[in-house]
């Protein structure tokens, strides 16, 4: 017993978070896996060098290319045009990933300012609500429709086919799917605006910009990332039926839904076609959900420490 | 003397064996898989195929047409020609003569008065009846006597033949639908479901959307046929599993077009139990060069119309490298297989009329390279050629369907290699088709350099296939985007052949003057640039006997000849 293990060093709230989330067995697996796919799709096309969208302009090489199973030279195999089915994952992945990050980044950050709002102020509630059954009431699929052919044009012209697309999509996906998160949010508001700690800090003067940040805002951090987390899956899915439509990135463009659905057509022949694709946005989609299984634990305080 | 009694005797066997072999209902039971489930028997009051080709089972027409396009004889005793007087030397008006002694399957005789009803029943004007088209421009059909029809024509008809030839229009009883004229045509579902014909066989048992059963037509025309006992029609499913049924399972004997990618064609090849068979129609898969600029900076009303002349793609040299850098015969075996065949022209059928323009079938990347440095778009950077700093850049649109997107994938990658820049664009097929004169994204608008799709055309003389390429049929905007000449190809010319093509009676001359049109629009212009000439597949069992796939007419045109194979 020295006198230097008496003082202790001061704790910080981050590190609180990070020892708590490190107990979570799941989430931690998660977070390694989640960065795995993220190294995968971001550095590997610096090693993995091969063009995802090369197609052999000799025919006769071109047909000797097609359909080939696993082997050194395409480790996962190629698809019917004899295009790398390596690379074609690894571009497709940087694109699902973003969007489903980016759409679900608008979507959380437009339904917690939604909810917040709704179930702090009163007199915003009615409006608020009302405008959220009404985006609940519109059909997704007519209103992404109307805003590609409004839109993708100018965007195309501004930004190029392919950046205007990513804006478009992230865009639409992010706008139509705020609501269910508003709706948790408001109602978590609402019973926790009547405890006793808000009281407490109301009757001292705290403004109510503060209150929220402050008391309101960490007390609901576990809904949202659950919703999130939901959120990255659909946004993956929503990415790739609206490229299956024709509505999304031009057809060459590979993103892990599309690469899906094309190998849907082959699945009996070559199962791998579709397990690839499958495999990645399964794994995304659950490391997702546990790492907000495992944040939603370490952000409450009432969780943490015990 | 025993033993060559005994000898003859067999010999006798022998030799009335197939005799006895041939006699009606034979062969017992057949199994025909539509992956469309037909939903009623009447074609007047269906425009699917599914339920015009099962129709046919039961109701004929006077004349159809053969596996090779040509027509023959059905219920008429012969086809009525200029030669042979039925069709009068003005064009105006054409006879039919019926063959005598036919009886529909309920033993009443058929007469004129059946043809001239099934023509009242159609053109009626409270009826709707699907097939109006057939009975277009006629002003009058009459009974001459009991086997003698007239339809006299409102204007001289260079092809006369439209009238009650092919499924399309059959006859129907007048007996029957009697009381199902005009509006009341959709009510008698027990007549649409189980017409009464002259066909080789008759409906016993129709279910909705289901099962169709049929057995022989004992006052079939013929002693000896049909071969098979019953039929029985089954629907639903898809090409896939319609396929699988008949060359893996082995569960039916017929499945009904079969479109199916190659790859899946070969597997299924190998199960052993049947076979695929393919007829070429007319439909052509091409692309299609835009002669208008589709660029996003012109106002709206003048993108796409004729006001302003594509600034690339108006050189006929930029468009025939691109073209000559298409290998065709690659774009078959990805996409086809045994369903498509290479092509060069716009009307690729049938033979008599049909170029025989061949240029294109092989790929020349080196020549289409030459002919873009001499037309002036030289390599700039990235490989990307350029003329007064204009970037060799293309927007290739067409359908969502994963073989043009594949197509898309290796046209783009040899225009690649040839130094022109591609962006490709993939529309839901019922908003490219959809013709709505609202989207941006239709194929008639055309707001991309080039696209792709197919089309084809009715009946065997493509008179008004090739008429859709006349200056003012090009879709624009008084025309609320409407038209078929979606390429804005504009030569007088073209429009002077084609005004002496309608003008004109003898089928050489025609066929002639058919094969220039298809030049000048492909191998002289490079305006429509065809890939494959694509087919109809269909699957039969290998103990299915007389299948002879006819894309000019029903499917199951040749029914009463199908029989088992030993």
Same mark, same amino acid.
């Given at each position: 017993?020295?006198?230097?293990?008496?003082?202790?060093?001061?704790?910080?709230?981050?590190?609180?978070?990070?020892?708590?989330?490190?107990?979570?067995?799941?989430?931690?697996?998660?977070?390694?896996?989640?960065?795995?796919?993220?190294?995968?799709?971001?550095?590997?096309?610096?090693?993995?060098?091969?063009?995802?969208?090369?197609?052999?302009?000799?025919?006769?090489?071109?047909?000797?290319?097609?359909?080939? $199973?696993?082997?050194?030279?395409?480790?996962?195999?190629?698809?019917?045009?004899?295009?790398?089915?390596? %690379?074609? +994952? +690894?571009?497709?992945?940087?694109?699902?990933?973003?969007?489903? +990050?980016?759409? +679900?980044?608008?979507?959380?950050?437009?339904?917690?300012?939604?909810?917040?709002?709704?179930?702090?102020?009163?007199?915003?509630?009615?409006?608020?609500?009302?405008?959220?059954?009404?985006?609940?009431?519109?059909?997704?699929?007519?209103?992404?429709?109307?805003?590609?052919?409004?839109?993708?044009?100018?965007?195309?012209?501004?930004?190029?086919?392919?950046?205007?697309?990513?804006?478009?999509?992230?865009?639409?996906?992010?706008?139509?799917?705020?609501?269910?998160?508003?709706?948790?949010?408001?109602?978590?508001?609402?019973?926790?605006?009547?405890?006793?700690?808000?009281?407490?800090?109301?009757?001292?003067?705290?403004?109510?910009?503060?209150? *929220?940040?402050?008391?309101?805002?960490?007390?609901?951090?576990?809904?949202?990332?659950?919703?999130?987390?939901?959120?990255?899956?659909?946004?993956? !899915?929503?990415?790739?039926?609206?490229?299956?439509?024709?509505?999304?990135? $031009?057809?060459?463009?590979?993103?892990?839904?599309?690469?899906?659905?094309?190998?849907?057509?082959?699945?009996?022949?070559?199962?791998?076609?579709?397990?690839?694709?499958?495999?990645?946005?399964?794994?995304?989609?659950?490391?997702?959900?546990?790492?907000?299984?495992?944040?939603?634990?370490?952000?409450?305080?009432? *969780?943490?420490?015990? | 003397?025993?033993? /060559?009694?005994?000898?003859?005797?067999?010999?006798?066997?022998?030799?009335?064996?197939?005799?006895?072999?041939?006699?009606?209902?034979?062969?017992?039971?057949? =199994?025909?898989?539509?992956?469309?489930?037909?939903?009623?028997?009447?074609?007047?009051?269906?425009?699917?195929? /599914?339920?015009?080709?099962?129709?046919?089972?039961?109701?004929?027409?006077?004349?159809?047409?053969?596996? =090779?396009?040509?027509?023959?004889?059905?219920?008429?005793?012969?086809?009525?020609?200029?030669?042979?007087?039925?069709?009068?030397?003005?064009?105006?008006?054409?006879?039919?003569?019926?063959?005598?002694?036919?009886?529909?399957?309920?033993?009443? $005789?058929?007469?004129?008065?059946?043809?001239?009803?099934?023509?009242?029943?159609?053109?009626?004007?409270?009826?709707?009846?699907?097939?109006?088209?057939?009975?277009?421009?006629?002003?009058?059909?009459?009974?001459?006597?009991?086997?003698?029809?007239?339809?006299?024509?409102?204007?001289?008809?260079?092809?006369?033949?439209?009238?009650?030839?092919?499924?399309?229009?059959? !006859?129907?009883?007048?007996?029957?639908?009697?009381?199902?004229?005009?509006?009341?045509?959709?009510?008698?579902?027990?007549?649409?479901?189980?017409?009464?014909?002259?066909?080789?066989?008759?409906?016993?048992?129709?279910?909705?959307?289901?099962?169709?059963?049929?057995?022989?037509?004992?006052?079939?025309?013929? %002693?000896?046929?049909?071969?098979?006992?019953?039929?029985?029609?089954?629907?639903?499913?898809?090409?896939?599993?319609?396929?699988?049924?008949?060359?893996?399972?082995?569960?039916?004997?017929?499945?009904?077009?079969?479109?199916?990618?190659?790859?899946?064609?070969?597997?299924?090849? %190998?199960?052993?139990?049947?076979?695929?068979?393919?007829?070429?129609?007319?439909?052509?898969?091409?692309?299609?060069?835009?002669?208008?600029?589709?660029?996003?900076?012109?106002?709206?009303?003048?993108?796409?119309?004729?006001?302003?002349?594509?600034?690339?793609?108006?050189?006929?040299?930029?468009?025939?490298?691109?073209?000559?850098?298409?290998?065709?015969?690659?774009?078959?075996?990805?996409?086809?297989?045994?369903?498509?065949?290479?092509?060069?022209?716009?009307? $690729?059928?049938?033979?008599?009329?049909?170029?025989?323009?061949?240029?294109?079938?092989?790929?020349?990347?080196?020549?289409?390279?030459?002919?873009?440095?001499?037309?002036?778009?030289?390599?700039?950077?990235?490989?990307?050629?350029?003329?007064?700093?204009?970037?060799?850049?293309?927007?290739?649109?067409?359908?969502?369907?994963?073989?043009?997107?594949?197509?898309?994938?290796?046209?783009?990658?040899?225009?690649?290699?040839?130094?022109?820049?591609?962006?490709?664009?993939?529309?839901?097929?019922?908003?490219?088709?959809?013709?709505?004169?609202?989207?941006?994204?239709?194929?008639? =608008?055309?707001?991309?350099?080039?696209?792709?799709?197919?089309?084809?055309?009715?009946?065997?003389?493509?008179?008004?296939?090739?008429?859709?390429?006349?200056?003012? /049929?090009?879709?624009?905007?008084?025309?609320?985007?409407?038209?078929?000449?979606?390429?804005?190809?504009?030569?007088?010319?073209?429009?002077?052949?084609?005004?002496?093509?309608?003008?004109?009676?003898?089928?050489?001359?025609?066929?002639?003057?058919?094969?220039?049109?298809?030049?000048?629009?492909?191998?002289?212009?490079?305006?429509?640039?065809?890939?494959?000439?694509?087919?109809?597949?269909?699957?039969?069992?290998?103990?299915?006997?007389?299948?002879?796939?006819?894309?000019?007419?029903?499917?199951?045109?040749?029914?009463?000849?199908?029989?088992?194979?030993?």
């Amino acid at each position: 017993m020295t006198d230097t293990s008496v003082i202790e060093k001061p704790r910080n709230q981050w590190a609180d978070v990070w020892a708590q989330f490190k107990t979570h067995k799941g989430a931690v697996i998660g977070l390694a896996v989640f960065i795995g796919l993220v190294f995968f799709v971001s550095l590997g096309p610096f090693i993995w060098t091969k063009d995802p969208t090369y197609i052999n302009p000799n025919a006769a090489e071109m047909i000797k290319t097609r359909n080939k $199973p696993p082997s050194w030279e395409f480790p996962l195999g190629t698809d019917q045009l004899g295009r790398d089915m390596l %690379a074609r +994952m +690894m571009k497709g992945g940087q694109v699902s990933i973003a969007v489903g +990050m980016v759409a +679900m980044s608008i979507s959380i950050l437009l339904g917690t300012l939604v909810g917040v709002m709704a179930g702090y102020f009163k007199r915003l509630d009615g409006p608020l609500m009302r405008l959220t059954d009404l985006f609940l009431a519109l059909p997704l699929l007519p209103l992404l429709l109307v805003m590609v052919m409004l839109f993708r044009d100018p965007l195309a012209r501004a930004m190029g086919p392919e950046g205007g697309t990513f804006l478009l999509i992230v865009f639409a996906i992010g706008v139509t799917s705020w609501m269910q998160a508003a709706r948790i949010v408001r109602g978590e508001v609402l019973a926790l605006k009547e405890r006793e700690f808000v009281l407490a800090a109301r009757s001292i003067g705290t403004p109510p910009r503060r209150m *929220i940040l402050r008391h309101i805002l960490p007390n609901v951090v576990s809904p949202i990332m659950v919703s999130a987390t939901l959120g990255i899956a659909s946004a993956i !899915i929503t990415e790739s039926a609206l490229s299956f439509l024709g509505l999304g990135f $031009p057809p060459d463009f590979p993103t892990w839904g599309r690469l899906l659905f094309d190998g849907v057509d082959y699945i009996q022949q070559y199962p791998e076609r579709v397990m690839w694709p499958g495999i990645a946005i399964s794994l995304t989609v659950l490391s997702v959900n546990y790492i907000g299984d495992g944040l939603r634990d370490a952000l409450d305080p009432r *969780i943490r420490g015990r | 003397m025993k033993l /060559k009694t005994a000898l003859l005797g067999a010999a006798a066997c022998l030799a009335f064996a197939p005799a006895a072999f041939a006699e009606r209902g034979s062969d017992g039971n057949v =199994k025909i898989l539509y992956s469309q489930a037909v939903s009623i028997m009447n074609a007047y009051l269906s425009g699917g195929t /599914k339920d015009i080709e099962v129709g046919s089972l039961v109701l004929e027409p006077l004349a159809g047409y053969d596996s =090779k396009g040509e027509i023959f004889p059905r219920l008429a005793a012969e086809i009525p020609t200029l030669a042979n007087g039925g069709v009068s030397a003005d064009q105006t008006s054409i006879t039919w003569k019926l063959q005598p002694g036919i009886l529909w399957a309920d033993g009443t $005789p058929f007469t004129s008065a059946d043809v001239v009803f099934s023509y009242e029943y159609c053109t009626h004007p409270e009826g709707g009846c699907a097939q109006g088209a057939k009975y277009e421009g006629i002003a009058s059909v009459e009974a001459l006597d009991d086997l003698t029809v007239k339809v006299t024509f409102t204007g001289p008809k260079p092809n006369p033949y439209t009238a009650f030839v092919g499924a399309t229009s059959p !006859i129907i009883q007048k007996a029957q639908f009697e009381a199902c004229i005009g509006a009341a045509a959709p009510t008698c579902t027990e007549a649409n479901f189980a017409p009464i014909g002259t066909g080789p066989f008759r409906v016993t048992d129709f279910k909705v959307n289901d099962t169709v059963e049929l057995e022989a037509n004992p006052n079939y025309r013929h %002693a000896d046929k049909p071969k098979f006992a019953t039929v029985s029609v089954k629907g639903g499913g898809d090409a896939a599993g319609a396929a699988r049924a008949v060359m893996e399972t082995g569960e039916f004997d017929y499945a009904w077009n079969t479109q199916i990618n190659p790859e899946l064609q070969a597997q299924m090849n %190998a199960g052993g139990k049947g076979k695929f068979v393919s007829g070429f129609g007319t439909l052509v898969e091409r692309i299609e060069m835009n002669m208008t600029d589709p660029s996003p900076s012109l106002p709206e009303g003048e993108r796409s119309t004729t006001k302003h002349p594509h600034p690339i793609l108006s050189d006929i040299r930029v468009r025939k490298a691109l073209s000559m850098a298409i290998d065709r015969g690659l774009l078959v075996e990805v996409g086809y297989g045994e369903a498509g065949r290479v092509t060069c022209n716009l009307v $690729p059928a049938p033979e008599a009329w049909a170029s025989d323009n061949t240029d294109c079938v092989n790929q020349d990347m080196e020549g289409a390279k030459a002919l873009l440095d001499e037309a002036g778009w030289t390599v700039g950077a990235n490989g990307i050629r350029e003329k007064d700093g204009v970037p060799l850049k293309l927007l290739y649109q067409t359908s969502v369907n994963p073989v043009r997107q594949d197509f898309q994938a290796l046209v783009k990658s040899w225009w690649n290699e040839l130094g022109v820049d591609v962006e490709l664009k993939a529309v839901d097929a019922g908003v490219f088709f959809g013709g709505d004169p609202g989207s941006p994204d239709t194929f008639q =608008k055309f707001y991309a350099d080039v696209e792709m799709y197919a089309n084809n055309f009715d009946g065997t003389d493509p008179e008004a296939y090739l008429s859709n390429y006349l200056c003012d /049929k090009a879709p624009r905007p008084e025309t609320q985007w409407q038209g078929e000449n979606v390429n804005r190809f504009c030569d007088p010319a073209y429009d002077e052949l084609v005004r002496t093509f309608a003008a004109s009676t003898d089928p050489t001359e025609r066929q002639g003057i058919a094969k220039k049109l298809n030049d000048m629009l492909t191998k002289d212009s490079y305006t429509i640039v065809p890939l494959v000439h694509r087919g109809r597949l269909s699957a039969h069992s290998n103990s299915l006997g007389g299948v002879d796939l006819n894309v000019w007419d029903t499917e199951l045109w040749n029914v009463e000849d199908w029989h088992r194979v030993q």
